[in-house]
């Protein structure tokens, strides 16, 4: 049957304090048979759902994306799982992201919050979905790290990042490595400076001051050394003469340097 309850406080719960794509996510993931109420005011929302895949979705006289679409636009109520039941005449077989992609096209979305590199959180979703050309290109540029104030330019590249973020499939990436030239100082003793910017990022990344790096030359050496920040050096490592001796670290090489 399609008939669906009235709402039941003792059985429902509120979306004030829940996304709602992450709800239906869930239970994508999870691959559950059952519908999923929405307890509005004026209004009903139902998804139904089969192993997991989006089989129906209705919201007043609206179905099918519409109907997600006009949800997300007031994610407000109620919501119950119904386990079990299955629509008797279901009308779409979709995962819940193909769904919400579609839906998330017809809302106004903001930007990511971040303009650096982005790590893809669950490949294997991605994975599953159909890609344009375009968009898979975009998606190679994530991959290879490509900064996402750098992408934010292209409308397309900006909508797909938006709808990304939202759906939690990309997160800012947290590198604590980096690849750095070498230069010779003697503004320091007994200590190598790295940009703030990086510093800032090992902090966030290790939720800890940094007191040391390990630096690693492209022939495998490593050494530990202590570190400090410095405004606008952007790639360069200073290190002064005598750590220069002491490690055989030459001005102009290049080197990996991490937080310890």
Do not use: C
């Not at 579609?102 to 893809?120: H, K, M, S, W, Y």
């Not at 979905?129 to 397309?156: F, K, S």
């Amino acid at each position: 049957m399609t008939s669906t309850p009235s709402p039941d406080p003792r059985r429902s719960t509120s979306l004030d304090t829940f996304d709602f794509l992450e709800l239906l996510t869930l239970l994508g993931t999870q691959r559950r048979t059952g519908v999923l109420h929405v307890y509005r005011e004026r209004d009903q929302f139902d998804a139904w759902l089969q192993g997991g895949r989006v089989r129906h979705l209705g919201l007043g006289e609206r179905g099918g994306v519409a109907a997600l679409t006009g949800l997300l636009a007031d994610p407000r109520g109620r919501f119950h799982f119904d386990e079990g039941l299955i629509h008797p005449a279901p009308n779409m077989d979709a995962s819940v992201d193909e769904v919400a992609l579609d839906a998330l096209n017809e809302l106004p979305l903001p930007d990511v919050a971040f303009q650096g590199p982005a790590r893809i959180v669950t490949p294997e979703r991605l994975a599953e979905l159909r890609w344009t050309l375009r968009e898979q290109n975009i998606l190679r540029q994530i991959e290879a790290q490509q900064p996402v104030g750098d992408l934010l330019p292209d409308p397309e590249a900006r909508l797909l990042l938006a709808k990304l973020s939202r759906l939690g499939m990309i997160v800012p990436r947290k590198s604590r490595v980096a690849r750095l030239a070498v230069v010779a100082t003697r503004q320091v003793q007994g200590v190598v400076v790295v940009d703030e910017t990086i510093f800032q990022r090992w902090k966030a990344a290790i939720v800890r001051h940094p007191q040391n790096v390990v630096i690693r030359t492209d022939e495998g050496q490593r050494h530990t050394l202590p570190v400090r920040s410095g405004a606008g050096l952007g790639n360069q490592l200073l290190v002064p003469p005598e750590l220069l001796s002491r490690t055989g670290l030459r001005a102009g090489m290049s080197v990996l340097v991490k937080p310890l």
